[in-house]
């Protein structure tokens, strides 16, 4: 079991930049793989990005490609998602979700991940 928070959501103008946080609970973090994804409202959850247990791989939406960054930090049991260049469309609730790296499926549908958070504002006023 792994318990997720998320943190650092707000309020920004287009062109500026956030950092989320996720801090996670548990010994074992780095036996799983993490993802953020996003909900506006009205919409479906989509898939942000993602990176490995250990952190070497990772992987990106297009609409975020270029402009987001997912990194963790394994000893402090928490990833990251840097927002650089927001956009007025990237407004919505930022989820973190976790699974273990055994878990199967690929790694960009909700259904895959077992464990999610609270969610996090986030929105861009243009």
């Known amino acids: 079991q792994v318990q997720l928070v998320e943190s650092g959501g707000g309020l920004v103008q287009a062109g500026g930049s956030l950092r989320l946080s996720c801090a996670a609970s548990?010994?074992?973090?780095?036996?799983?793989?993490m993802g953020w994804f996003r909900q506006a409202p009205g919409r479906e959850r989509e898939f942000v990005t993602t990176i490995s247990a250990g952190g070497a791989t990772t992987a990106y939406a297009d609409s975020v490609k270029g402009r987001f960054t997912i990194s963790r930090d394994n000893a402090k049991n928490t990833v990251y998602l840097q927002m650089n260049s927001l956009k007025p469309e990237d407004t919505a609730v930022y989820y973190c979700?976790?699974?273990?790296?055994?878990?199967?499926?690929?790694?960009?549908?909700?259904?895959?991940?077992?464990?999610w958070g609270q969610g996090t504002q986030v929105t861009v006023s243009s």
């Open positions: 979700a976790a699974r273990r790296i055994d878990g199967s499926g690929n790694y960009y549908s909700t259904g895959n991940y077992a464990y």
């Open positions: 548990g010994r074992t973090f780095s036996s799983y793989r």
